[in-house]
């Protein structure tokens, strides 16, 4: 099934998966800028397990 989205007709199975990476990378995100910018350490950061099967990308920040 298509649906509509800002970036065009998408499979539905493709708009799930990316709701569900994509907030992971901005955790993944906002964890890094709290330990080097504020030295403060998540409790409970995710990390590989939480990502395992989604396509996250390599890298926290584009080059």
């Known amino acids: 099934k298509l649906v509509d989205v800002y970036w065009g007709k ?3 199975h493709q708009v799930l998966e990316r709701m569900t990476w994509h907030p992971g990378q901005h955790t993944r995100q906002l964890a890094l800028l709290l330990e080097e910018d504020f030295d403060t350490k998540p409790d ?3 990390g590989p397990a939480e990502m395992q099967g989604l396509p996250m990308p390599e890298k926290a920040w584009d080059d």
């Open 10 to 12: 998408t499979p539905l």
């Open 44 to 46: 409970r950061p995710l």
